[in-house]
């Protein structure tokens, strides 16, 4: 049997750490990377059903674009957005291509339970 996996892409190393280390007891094999690139490449590859997407990237590539090419490569991919400084005609933009869910970036142990809440979501 093929293990459940999420990628979390994200430009600070502590964002994924935190992340990674929340995600722990979902049963899920977690990866993280900062680049856009390497996680299209892994959507691409069909590695990744869950993908955990931050708003930056390494690349100088806008959030939309990123999630545009994704929902192209897996049209059932489930992305979650932790994004603070989005825009709200972005958001909307976002939610028209697809994104799960959207969250702010977590900071307390009740914004990490809220991201493992849509994660339990996702697997019912």
Excluded at 83 to 101: C, H, M, P, V
């Amino acid at each position: 049997m093929k293990a459940r996996k999420i990628l979390v892409v994200d430009d600070d190393r502590n964002n994924r750490i935190a992340l990674s280390e929340s995600f722990k007891d979902t049963h899920y094999e977690v990866d993280c990377t900062a680049s856009a690139a390497y996680a299209i490449a892994k959507i691409i590859q069909g590695n990744s059903p869950v993908v955990v997407l931050s708003d930056t990237f390494e690349e100088d590539i806008s959030v939309n674009d990123v999630v545009t090419i994704m929902k192209k490569c897996n049209h059932n991919l489930k992305i979650i957005l932790i994004a603070d400084d989005t825009s709200l005609e972005t958001l909307k933009k976002l939610r028209e291509e697809g994104i799960f869910y959207h969250s702010l970036k977590p900071r307390t142990k009740s914004d990490f339970n809220e991201l493992n809440l849509a994660i339990q979501a996702i697997r019912s």
